[in-house]
C-alpha cells in the first residue's frame, strides 16, 4: 500500500516532469489557438488556416502566419498581423500567457473589442501597434504598466474617455501616437509625463488646456521630441513662452492646426531643426517672428493662416 502510493505520487511527478519540460511551446500554443477564435473574418485565409495544430504543432514552425519565436523556438516573441482585413471582437486576455511576447502589431484591420486591463500585465511588450482598427472604450490604466514599451501606436480607433495617468513609468517609450480617437485629458499633465519620447501624436482628439506649461514642466519632453502634433484639439492658453521654446533642440515637427491657441509668438530664432511648422487656424495675434523668414532656416514648411497677425 506504501510502496503503491510512492510509486503513484513518483509516477504522478514523473509525469509532471516530463509535461513541464515538453510543454513550454505547448502552453503558448494554447494561448494561440484561444486568441484565434477571436478571428471570425480572414478574407485573404492566411491565419484560420496556417494556425492549424494538426498540421503545425508547433507555432514555431514558421509556418504559422505572422508568428515569430525566440532562438530555442520555445516561446513566441512576436504576432504581426497587418493588414489582412481581419475582423471579429479580440479577447486581449487570450494573448496575456504569452510571456515572452515582444511585439504586437495588427494594424489596418477590422477589429473591435476592448483592451482588457489584465492586458497591462504582459510586462515583456515592447512594440504595440493595434493603430487602424475598430478597437473601443477605455484605454486602460493599467496600460501604463507595461515598462518595456516602447512604441505604442493606439491611433484610428474609437477609443474614449479621459487618457489615464502614469505614462512616467514608461520609461523606454520612443514613440507615442493616439491620433484619430476620442481621447481627452489636460495637455499640460500629459506634457510633464512624457519623458524621452520622440514623437509625440494627439491630434484630432479631444485633448484641452494650455501648451504653455512653464519650462521646468515642459523641459523632459523638450528634450527628446522630434515631432509633436497635437492638432485638432480643444487647447487654448497661450504658446510656449521664448524660454520654453528655446528648448525643444531637437524639434523637426510641430503641428499645433485647428486650436484655440491664443497670444503672440515669440522668437524662433533657436530652433535649428525646425522643418514643419503649422499654426493654421488658432487665434494667435501680433507680429510674426522675423527669423522664421531669414535665408538660414532650415524650415521647409510653414502655415500661420487663419489667425489675427499683423504686420509684414
Ligand atoms: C518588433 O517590431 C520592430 C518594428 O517592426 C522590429 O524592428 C523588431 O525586429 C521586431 N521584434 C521582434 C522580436 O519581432
Ligand atoms: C472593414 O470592414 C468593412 C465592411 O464592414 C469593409 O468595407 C472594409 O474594407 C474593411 N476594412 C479593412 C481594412 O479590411
Ligand atoms: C501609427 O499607425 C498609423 C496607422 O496604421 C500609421 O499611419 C502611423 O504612421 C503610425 N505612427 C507611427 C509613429 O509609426
Ligand atoms: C498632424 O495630424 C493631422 C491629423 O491627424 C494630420 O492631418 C497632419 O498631417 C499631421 N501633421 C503633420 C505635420 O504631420
Ligand atoms: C508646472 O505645473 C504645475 C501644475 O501642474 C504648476 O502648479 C506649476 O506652476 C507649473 N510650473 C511652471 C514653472 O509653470
Ligand atoms: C492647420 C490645419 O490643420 N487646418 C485644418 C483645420 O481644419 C480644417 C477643416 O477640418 C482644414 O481644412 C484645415 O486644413
Redesign the pocket.
Known sequence: MGCFGFCAVSCFLLILLLHCSLSTSDSDVTYLLEFKKGVLVDPLGKVLSSWDPSEAPNPCSGSWEGVLCDGNREHVVSVALDGLGLAGELKFHTLTGLSMLRNLTL??NNFTGRIEPTFGSMASIQYL?L??NSFYGPVPGKLNGLYSLN?L?L??NGFSGGYPDGLNNLQQLK?F?V?GNDLWGDVGVLFQQLRNVE?I?LSSNRFFGSINVGISNASSLANTAK?LNLSHNNLNGGFFDGETLQMFTNLEVLDLGNNSITGQLPSFSSLPNLKILRLGNNLLFGSMPEALFETGSQLQELDLSGNGFTGN
Open positions: 494594424s489596418g501597434d493603430s487602424d512604441y501606436n491611433s484610428m514613440v501616437d491620433h514623437h501624436d515631432y
